[in-house]
């Protein structure tokens, strides 16, 4: 699933790619990729309608319309642009869900094979990202604002993390990297956080998201993520735990474990992030393992 550094990857492409440009014609493909408003009215308000600004917030990507309303992506699991400059053969793609084409005949296309990225049209950006926590490149996220959001959160540290309403646009790897990099164990619970871990985490998921948009994102085994042009991010390769059961921490040599965490795969070091094997009890829910 795309996180903050692949979102981030994708908006510049596009920035660079369609900015500016007018909308000439739209075309839908599965009509339930909009979710709001319909699916008509989705298609029909897109041609003449020039962009003028692309950003990001958490995860999603956020077309600002020259008549002042957001056209918001979500990509979800599998959804991918693809840009085609002009001139560029139309090739068939399996899983198009939508196209755009613009007044200089290049072409933006939507890809989504598990059908569940979403397109948003509306008037306030705020109506679909209101509800996302601090942004973690923004000058707002402070450790002060990090305290103050974890205080009287009881849930462990990692799903609160990943659950988009604390800090916004981590997903698995950046928050198992991020947890890491701290040297946090992902089943603390968030509330029993120091001031010092609460920096220490502060500073790992700004660092971590920075190097990973640099290498412009991480293109995993399935290959779902892609940027606009068609290549693969290289920050996988950079990662320090997630993935990597089995394997020899980069820090300290001792094999990275993987445990279940509200049903998705931790990675961890048992040494830097002070985790207790599950034989000596403290979190005897927990499965350690492979
Ligand atoms: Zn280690």
């Known amino acids: 699933m795309p996180e903050l550094p692949e979102v981030e990857t994708i908006v510049r492409h596009l920035r660079r790619d ?12 599965w009509e339930r990729l909009v979710a709001a408003p319909t699916s008509d009215r989705f298609v029909r308000h ?37 840009y085609l400059p002009p001139g560029t053969e139309d090739a068939e793609e399996r899983h198009l869900r939508f196209v755009a084409r613009f007044d200089d005949g290049s072409s933006l296309r939507f890809i989504n094979p598990r059908k569940f990225a979403r397109f948003y049209l509306v008037p306030r950006a705020e109506m679909i990202v209101g509800h996302l926590g601090l942004e973690p490149l923004s000058v707002d996220f402070t450790a002060e604002a990090l305290a103050e959001a974890l205080r009287h959160r009881r849930q462990a540290i990692k799903p609160l993390l990943m ?41 790992a998921i700004v660092a971590v998201l920075v190097a990973a948009i640099r290498r412009g994102g991480s293109t995993l085994g399935d290959g779902q993520y892609l940027t606009p042009d068609g290549a693969r991010g290289e920050a996988q390769e950079a990662l320090g735990v997630y993935g990597k059961a089995g394997q020899s921490c980069p820090r300290c040599g001792t094999p ?12 961890a070091c048992p040494h830097c992030q002070g985790i207790v094997e599950a034989n000596e009890k403290p979190h005897p829910k927990v499965e350690l393992g492979r």
Request: charged share 25%; aromatic share 8%.
């Open 46 to 82: 897109l041609p003449g309608r020039r962009i003028v600004a692309i950003d990001r917030r958490g995860k999603y990507i956020l077309i600002h319309l020259d008549d002042g309303y957001y056209w918001i992506v979500h990509l979800r699991m599998t959804g991918r642009f693809r």
């Open 18 to 29: 369609i900015g500016g440009k007018r909308i000439a014609r739209s075309r839908l493909l």
């Open 256 to 267: 990275i474990i993987r445990f279940v965490q509200s049903g998705r795969s931790t990675y």
């Open 163 to 203: 659950g988009q309403a604390v800090v916004a646009g981590l997903g698995n790897i950046y928050t198992c990297e991020a947890l890491w990099r701290a040297g946090i164990d992902p089943r603390a619970a968030a509330s029993t956080l120091t001031t010092e871990e609460i920096e220490a985490l502060r500073e």
